[in-house]
């Protein structure tokens, strides 16, 4: 008994303190932060664990390597893709390591997220947005984006290859498709109860409105920001969803947690939910209403949409006397 809890207990590398005390630091973090109170507990001890094992010293001489597999394991632990360790010895702020610097700089090449604009047959717009940018950096693209597909009969908003991005454009693109003075189609909370609600946004570009079709595509590369666009407007039965099921990133980060040695770690500690269903997409991702290949996903919206444009115009047409 006394050896096998000896093995079980494994010394730390001489070159390991700060990786050691970084991961206990996570662990306690996780356990008071963590949004769901009894993931955070049992995912903690999980961490603590695997730490007396000595199972996280594996890149203790390269502190940036250390970070990514911290994120990694800690993701597979609460199965939550959010979550994220960073080096950024310089800052005690989130996202100041290279990664959002090169997505902020890469935003001019990749069309500020609006990536493609066609018209397609029967007066359909196909609109491609694979980024979610912070507002005022996406704001000029979007309206241009919007302003061209508003003269359309029907839209399909496609969002795959969309890893997510910033709340304050996701909210807008959302209420591009809702009524004024519509329900608040998200509603957060955190460990705490329930936090207050976002206000409906003044749009910068034209509303697209209710009445016209709108279809949504996603797949597994739909994460986050855009999960919450499709999934709300589905959920009050303004889009139909097609594709396959999204990524399954619900929940919202909090302000970064500093570690020993320049480490961060990032935590998720808000769930959004509907109103119209009581839940969200967290590991579930988005369900599509109709299932479709990725190569035959735009076909199967467009002819929806024609269908159901189709069964406007014949529902409009005044009977004729026999």
């Not at 093995?7 to 970084?22: F, I, K």
């Not at 940036?64 to 360790?85: E, P, W």
């Not at 991005?165 to 329900?183: I, K, N, R």
């Not at 399954?248 to 990032?266: E, F, K, Q, R």
């Amino acid at each position: 008994m006394i050896s096998a809890l000896l093995l079980s207990m494994q010394p730390v590398p001489a070159d390991c303190a700060d990786e050691h005390a970084a991961i206990t630091e996570m662990a306690d973090a996780i356990d008071q932060k963590y949004v769901l109170a009894d993931v955070a507990t049992q995912s903690a001890a999980i961490v603590r664990g695997k730490l007396k094992q000595g199972a996280f010293f594996q890149h203790c001489s390269d502190t940036q390597t250390f970070a990514k597999d911290m994120t990694k394991q800690l993701r597979a632990i609460l199965n939550d893709g959010h979550i994220f360790v960073e080096y950024a010895p310089n800052s005690s702020e989130a996202g100041e390591d290279d990664w959002l610097e090169t997505w902020r700089d890469g935003a001019p090449g990749r069309g500020f997220g609006v990536k493609q604009v066609e018209r397609l047959k029967d007066n359909i717009s196909y609109l491609h947005l694979t980024d979610f940018y912070e507002f005022q950096t996406a704001n000029k693209a979007l309206t241009a984006a919007f302003e061209l597909v508003d003269s359309s009969d029907g839209l399909i908003l496609d969002l795959r290859q969309n890893p997510g991005g910033s709340p304050e454009t996701e909210w807008p693109v959302q209420w591009t498709f809702m009524a004024p003075g519509s329900t608040i189609p998200l509603h957060r909370e955190t460990r705490h109860g329930k936090k207050p609600d976002l206000k409906e946004p003044s749009l910068q570009w034209p509303r697209y409105g209710t009445e016209r079709p709108l279809a949504i595509i996603v797949d597994k590369t739909t994460f986050s920001a855009p999960e919450a666009v499709a999934y709300s407007l589905q959920a009050q039965g303004r889009a139909v969803v097609f594709g396959t099921p999204s990524g399954g990133g619900a929940h919202m980060l909090g302000d970064a947690v500093s570690l020993t040695g320049g480490w961060h770690i990032v935590i998720p500690e808000t769930r959004p939910y509907s109103p119209h269903t009581g839940g969200n997409w967290e590991g579930a991702g988005v369900i599509p209403d109709i299932e479709t290949s990725k190569e035959d996903a735009v076909e199967a919206a467009q002819k929806w949409i024609t269908s159901e444009l189709e069964s406007k115009r014949a529902a409009s047409k005044p009977e004729t006397a026999p």
